[in-house]
């Protein structure tokens, strides 16, 4: 399979999490993945590439930036950390394919633990979102903090579904961590959640999710005044629109 991952620097990943952050509902994976790198200061390890993936370069502060790339950094003596993030759908052809080579990669960084966000479809708003958690592992298991919710049955698709099931055969530890999300818009209100639980799993990495919950306000005051000036049209009588 056409898929490599190009290092750009080398840093030592021993012992450290890796998290995917490839798209899911609601975005849940891409927003935590980035907004992790944000707020930790990652600095860009290393691309990954196919020709499988889009023909696009992704411009951010006046750099192009490749699909898939990975960020990585030591954030306490105790503490490093490994992102996985893109902006696009992986095609189906290849979820299993780099699944391998992002546990052939965390083997090679002789990384712990694999951390993967995801959206659980919901359509129902509420003041504080559930998170579920599943591990491939007992050890991975015994990683989710006591009150995430136990996802006890269900189908979880595409990359995080593949690590879980191939995690499950291979003997390697990941946990899926999934917050109920909205799947027609960005839900960073569920990405705040994942946030809120990664700050208690994970030592010596504390993220402020409060930034994430004002962003969520605002897209849903958006989306609401959006569906309130929709139904405004749908209301004007016939003989007052254009024929």
């Known amino acids: 399979m056409d898929l490599e991952i190009y290092e750009l620097k080398k840093i030592d990943l021993r012992d450290s999490i890796v998290l995917d952050g490839f798209p899911s509902v609601g975005l849940v994976s891409s927003i935590v993945a980035n907004y992790i790198i944000d707020s930790l200061n990652l600095e860009q390890i290393a691309i ?131 917050a109920e999300a909205h799947p027609d818009y960005p839900d960073a209100r569920a990405a705040a959640r994942i946030v809120e639980v990664l700050n208690d799993m994970l030592r010596g990495i504390k993220i402020d999710p409060k930034p994430l919950y004002e962003e969520a306000e605002k897209i849903e005051t958006n989306i609401s005044e959006i569906r309130k000036k929709a139904s405004e049209v749908k209301s004007i009588p016939k003989s007052y629109m254009y024929a």
């Open 48 to 178: 990954v590439d196919s020709s499988y993936f889009p023909s696009i370069a992704l411009v951010k502060n006046w750099k192009p930036l490749n699909p898939v790339r990975i960020y990585g950094g030591r954030i306490t003596e105790e503490s490093k950390i490994a992102v996985f993030v893109s902006e696009f759908q992986v095609p189906t052809p290849i979820v299993k394919p780099l699944v391998s080579l992002i546990f052939d990669w965390a083997d090679e960084k002789r990384a712990s633990l694999i951390v993967t966000p995801e959206g659980l479809i919901t359509q129902e708003k509420k003041d504080k979102v559930d998170v579920y958690g599943v591990g491939s592992t007992a050890y991975a298991s015994e990683k989710i903090p006591d009150y995430v919710l136990k996802f006890e049955e269900g189908v979880i698709t595409g990359v995080t579904g593949v690590l879980l099931t191939e995690g499950v055969k291979l003997g390697r530890d990941v946990i899926a961590l999934l």
